[in-house]
């Protein structure tokens, strides 16, 4: 019997992206920048987000960083909701009795 079972969450059995894009979003907005089409924000989704704010949208270092603020105080309230994969609510279901 194991003792521990360790998951892999972001981006295996959750879909972190539409927590993160809609952070983005936010911390956009805050800057007057409004994104019409959601999915133009998924390049933020992997990389550093300060780099991406400076690549993106020609943000200075200074504002990148004012937007990565945006983005946590975003994220802290709203965004973690993640989407969950069903195979893994499938795979908790099975042994969620069991793990304790």
Known sequence: MYQYILFDLDGTLTDPGVGITNSVGYALKKFNINVK????????VGPPLLDSFVKYYAFSEEHGKIAVEYYREY???????????VSFIYFYSLFSTTIR
């Open 75 to 85: 994220f802290k309230a709203k965004g973690k909701n993640s989407r969950y994969y």
């Open 37 to 44: 089409n959601k999915t133009e924000l998924d390049k933020f």
